[in-house]
């Protein structure tokens, strides 16, 4: 993921050079949103793009009551939820409340019921879950997306709560590189028309 990371960064500033030197000699440059302007804030590339703008790619049924379960939870429930909205996690919250208590993954099953021959009927979520307390990493909407793709690169984590005082959502890792690769996508596309000349 570091390497993708880097190679994002490097591609981003080659064209952003490339962008800002051709403009200091025809006076215009084409920008990520489609018109020329003579101002590099308004490329948008990736240091813009926020988790929030992810979020709303995957649009409003991937964000729902089925994200989360609660503390008191069985296992086996919280897992056949994650099973049949095929995702790879939930937040976890307090009994009663809205207040988060920590994530259950994959991981975590695997790790501390299958391996350790448990039952997941008998098991609460609280007993096994990624605690608040302990390492839960979270970001909030307007987190970079090269942060948060950071943040679980450096953690080795590939679901990330999304908390603005109450859950969000969720992205994962997969959601992160698909950003990545579509907003790459698009700033090579941009580049080879700038190349061709096909931007003005």
């Known amino acids: 993921m570091q390497g993708i990371f880097r190679a994002v960064r490097s591609c981003q500033e080659t064209l952003k050079a490339a962008i800002l030197q ?9 920008t990520f949103g489609g018109t020329a302007s003579s101002s590099p804030e308004q490329l948008k590339g990736l240091e813009n793009v926020t988790v929030a703008e992810v979020l709303m790619t995957k649009g409003e049924e991937k964000t729902g009551s089925w994200l989360w379960c609660r503390t008191d939870d069985a296992v086996i429930d919280a897992v056949k939820n994650m099973a049949k909205h095929n995702i790879g996690s939930l937040v976890v919250l307090k009994p009663g409340e809205e207040h988060l208590a ?4 994959e991981r975590d099953y695997t790790r501390k019921i299958v391996a350790q021959g448990r039952s997941p009927i008998y098991t609460t979520v609280g007993e096994i879950m990624t605690d608040k307390q302990d390492k839960l990493i979270t970001v909030t909407s307007d987190t970079n997306i090269l942060q948060a793709m950071q943040l679980m690169t450096e953690n080795r984590i590939r679901h990330v ?3 603005d005082g109450k859950i969000v959502g969720m992205i994962s890792i997969v959601d992160v590189v698909r ?3 579509h907003e790459q996508s698009g700033e090579l596309k941009r580049l080879n028309e700038f190349i061709k000349g096909d931007y003005y």
Do not use: D, E, W
């Open 161 to 163: 709560p999304v908390i």
């Open 102 to 105: 920590g994530i259950i993954t």
């Open 179 to 181: 950003a990545v690769v």
């Open 22 to 30: 051709h403009s200091q000699g025809r006076g215009k440059i084409f």
